[in-house]
């Protein structure tokens, strides 16, 4: 079974643009969770869908947002990117709820110039 | 603000010897804990989860869970040098919170 895919694995944005980051999930999972990893805050919970609803969010600005489609695809968006947007995004996916079956993705590295 | 805290490290243990990684949650009412396993340039990959108080083995893997004193740790076993990895405590039953990891260096 292919695991969770996420594109671009690298990009590199400049401040005020705005990046649209893809994650598929394994097949058959249904929720999809979004993190934002840096050095200095760790790994911080951006939010979580299942069946194309919102479920959960984080304490993150109205810049990022989400959205999931029927075949449980997921992408994120980061509008008026800011040089502290630099991190690496990871999605895990996993079948309903619970992080007990959840699996992350290679992660997309962000780096706004 | 739910937080977890672990200690940064770097955490230098001799290969053989038994790793202790701790990590203390502020959220009382949290039932699921998760361990997670970084190496570095990687994703994080789950190791354990425990739900209940007490241990919990899995190969040379022990996950120990104290609810009342909001405390989780991680032991292991016979550490080799493919355990030098960045150990991440997680915390939550739908948002999940992470902690921001305890470096483990196994010395060969």
């Not at chain 2, 804990?33 to 994080?44: A, E, I, L, M, N």
Request: charged share 20%; net charge positive.
């Amino acid at each position: 079974k292919a695991g969770v895919t996420q594109t671009p694995r690298y990009l590199i944005k400049t401040r005020g643009q705005q990046v649209t980051l893809s994650c598929s999930p394994i097949s058959g999972h249904r929720s999809v969770s979004w993190y934002q990893q840096t050095p200095g805050q760790g790994l911080q919970f951006l939010f979580e869908y299942f069946s194309e609803t919102q479920r959960n969010k984080g304490n993150f600005p109205g810049r990022f947002s989400g959205r999931q489609f029927s075949n449980s695809r997921s992408e994120m968006n980061v509008s008026t990117l800011e040089l502290g947007d630099s991190a690496l995004y990871l999605c895990a996916s996993y079948q309903a709820q619970g992080a007990d079956t959840q699996y992350f993705g290679p992660g997309t590295r962000l780096t706004v110039l | 603000q739910k937080e977890v805290e672990q200690n940064s490290g770097p955490l230098s243990v001799p290969e053989g010897a038994i790793a202790s990684l701790n990590c203390t949650y502020s959220d009382r009412g949290s039932q699921s804990f998760f361990w997670y396993r970084q190496y570095s340039g990687k994703s994080p990959e789950l190791i354990m989860s425990i739900y209940s108080n007490g241990d919990k083995e899995d190969g040379r893997f022990t996950a120990q869970l104290n609810k009342a004193s909001q405390y989780v740790s991680l032991l292991i076993r016979d550490s080799q040098p493919s355990d030098s990895a960045t150990y991440l405590c997680a915390v939550g039953d739908d948002k999940i919170i992470f902690g921001k990891g305890t470096r483990l260096h196994i010395l060969p």
